[in-house]
T-cell receptor, first 115, second 110 residues
Framework: GAVVSQHPSWVICKSGTSVKIECRSL??????MFWYRQFPKQSLMLMAT?????????EQGVEKDKFLINHASLTLSTLTVTSAHPEDSSFYIC???????????FGPGTRLTVT | QKEVEQDPGPLSVPEGAIVSLNCTYS??????FMWYRQYSRKGPELLMY????GNKEDGRFTAQVDKSSKYISLFIRDSQPSDSATYLC??????????FGSGTRLQVQP
C-alpha cells in the first residue's frame, strides 16, 4: 500500500515561535496533498489542499498567513505554523493522493503542543 | 444539513461479534465512499472504498452502499480486540478533498 510519512511526530514549542511539519509520500508521486487538523475526539477538518508547484487552496476560516503550505515536489509538502499560540495546539495530519483524488493515504500525524 | 453524518458511539461489543457501522449522506450525486480506521494518536488508515452502489468485501470487512436511502455501512465479522479503534466514513464530493463523518469509536471486549 501507499506510504505517507510525517515529521516530526510530536513537537513542543513556545508561544510566538514557528514550527515546520513535513509530509512525504514514500512510494508514489503525490499529485495533491492535503492538510487536516483534528482536535481530541473530533473528526478531521480540512485546512488546505496543495498541488505541486502551485499555491495552496485554503478552506474558509483558515488563515493562510499563519499556516504556510509549500508543495515543492511530488513527494514533499510542508506546513509551517507561524507565531504559534496555545490555541494552535492540535493533531495535524497530512494526506496524499496520486492519480485518483478519492484515494487518499494519510500520514501518522504530528502532535503540536504550544506552551 | 451536514454532507455526511455518523453516529459517534461509543460502540462496545464482545469479541467475535458482528459489528455494523453506519453513515448517512445528503447528496445523491456522491459516488465514492470510503472507510478509514484510526487508532488513537495515529493517522487514519484506508480500509476500503466503494464506487456507486453495492457491496465490497475484504477479509472480515464488508462495505455496503445503498444509494436509494443514501446510507453506507461497514460490517466487521468475527470482531477482534485489535479492531478497537475509531472508524471514519468519508465521501469524495468531487472537490478533491474528502468529507469525513465524525467517527464511531468501537471497543471490542476480549
Amino acid at each position: 500500500g501507499a506510504v505517507v510519512s510525517q515529521h516530526p511526530s510530536w513537537v513542543i514549542c513556545k508561544s510566538g515561535t514557528s514550527v515546520k511539519i513535513e509530509c512525504r509520500s514514500l512510494d508514489f508521486q503525490a499529485t495533491t496533498m492535503f492538510w487536516y487538523r483534528q482536535f481530541p475526539k473530533q473528526s478531521l477538518m480540512l485546512m488546505a489542499t496543495s498541488n505541486e508547484g502551485s499555491k495552496a487552496t485554503y478552506e474558509q476560516g483558515v488563515e493562510k498567513d499563519k499556516f504556510l503550505i509549500n508543495h515543492a515536489s511530488l513527494t514533499l509538502s510542508t506546513l509551517t505554523v507561524t507565531s504559534a499560540h496555545p490555541e494552535d495546539s492540535s493533531f495535524y495530519i497530512c494526506s496524499a493522493s496520486g492519480t485518483r483524488d478519492y484515494e487518499q493515504y494519510f500520514g501518522p500525524g504530528t502532535r503540536l503542543t504550544v506552551t | 444539513q451536514k454532507e455526511v453524518e455518523q453516529d459517534p458511539g461509543p460502540l462496545s461489543v464482545p469479541e467475535g461479534a458482528i459489528v455494523s457501522l453506519n453513515c448517512t449522506y445528503s447528496n445523491s450525486a456522491f459516488q465514492y465512499f470510503m472507510w478509514y480506521r484510526q487508532y488513537s494518536r495515529k493517522g487514519p488508515e484506508l480500509l476500503m472504498y466503494t464506487y456507486s452502489s453495492g457491496n465490497k468485501e475484504d477479509g472480515r470487512f464488508t462495505a455496503q452502499v445503498d444509494k436509494s436511502s443514501k446510507y453506507i455501512s461497514l460490517f466487521i465479522r468475527d470482531s477482534q480486540p485489535s479492531d478497537s479503534a475509531t472508524y471514519l466514513c468519508a465521501i469524495y464530493t468531487g472537490r478533491r478533498a474528502l468529507t469525513f463523518g465524525s467517527g464511531t469509536r468501537l471497543q471490542v471486549q476480549p
